[in-house]
């Protein structure tokens, strides 16, 4: 019970970012999973476990709000798919600890981008849509492979090519439900198949699910109210500070300084 207390409120407060920004639930839960001493794999399928519930919640209202442009959605979701299932098969391929520094890099890194995109100016231009299929397969990829990155890297991508933002986020999240369902799915298939020797081990995180879920659900629809009080400019360098700390915790231990787990 109280570790799902701790991730009900890590789930709410990571969706309350997510609705506000169209990033980063899948990247704070998954940072406090690893923080936590939670392998990358285990990780990531827990937090998509969760997404399938949070996705389909933020994805609903932002359609209910005609949100989302379906030009962007279906040229998104294709290759989106495509390299989420690449990042799952890779992720289940090899051992937990030696991907894990490379994982906690790649997390530092979002976090500082995302401190970088909160003291730059949206551009206001069209957007090149050479552009789209490769942020779809590389956030795809990412985001099983991180256990989160699909927002960070395709919502900024987008909007730092000028899309609106409006219907860059609520694109973005839309095809997030349908990228997190094939991540599932992938797992589910490695799990069944044997081809990941530990997927056994996830029931041990079964109440931090449960609770990334029912945090998430229940702060999508009210995530909106957030940017009534808080800038977005804000909200990014908050996001992006804890992301690079508890990065930072996780290279700490790794390195045998922090005590691990």
Known sequence: ???????????????MV??????????????????????????????????????????????YHRNIDWKLFWRLAPFGILGGCAGAYVLTSFDGGFIKPYV?????????WLLFRSFRKIPSKSINHSIV????????????AGGGGWGPIVTTGLLGAGGAPRYVIGSVNA?????????????????????????????????????LIAGGVFAAPLAGFMVRWLREKILLRLVGTLIVLLAGWQTLQLVGIAPAG
Do not use: C, R
Request: aromatic share 10%; proline share 2%.
């Open 1 to 15: 019970m109280e570790d799902f207390l701790l991730f009900l409120m890590v789930g709410f407060m990571a969706q």
């Open 18 to 63: 997510d609705g506000a920004l169209g990033m980063a639930y899948g990247v704070i839960s998954s940072t406090v999973l690893l923080a936590f001493g939670v392998s990358p794999a285990h990780a990531s399928a827990s937090v998509h476990a969760a997404e399938m519930f949070t996705t389909a919640a933020s994805g609903s209202a932002h359609l």
């Open 104 to 112: 906690t890099a790649y997390l530092f890194l979002v976090g500082m």
């Open 133 to 144: 299929a490769p942020l779809g397969a590389a956030g795809g990829f990412l985001d099983a």
């Open 175 to 211: 095809a997030e439900f349908l990228i997190t369902t094939a991540v599932s799915i992938s797992f589910l298939i490695a799990m069944l198949t044997g081809h990941w020797e530990e997927a056994g081990e996830l029931t041990d995180h079964l109440w931090a699910v449960l609770g």
